[in-house]
């Protein structure tokens, strides 16, 4: 069984906490899955993480490929 890596081409992370609304960018490295408490209320805001793979990777990785595949995201946390 062949593996592949495919990197991404962009990332950002989106936050739904109304006080974080100026931070939604793709600047930063770091991707933040979490859920935040409101400073106002006890409401929990989840973020979101975009993810933007190249068609053309993806497209090459399944040209080599005989048969069926499977794929599968790993994302870890520090």
Known sequence: ???YS????????IYSNP???LLNT???EILELVKERGDNNNIFYPSRILIQFSDSDLQ??????EGSFSSSLQLFST
């Open 6 to 13: 495919i990197f991404p081409e962009k990332d950002s992370t």
């Open 1 to 3: 069984m062949a593996y």
């Open 19 to 21: 006080d974080r609304d």
């Open 60 to 65: 090459t990785a399944i040209n080599k490929i």
């Open 26 to 28: 793709g600047n930063d």
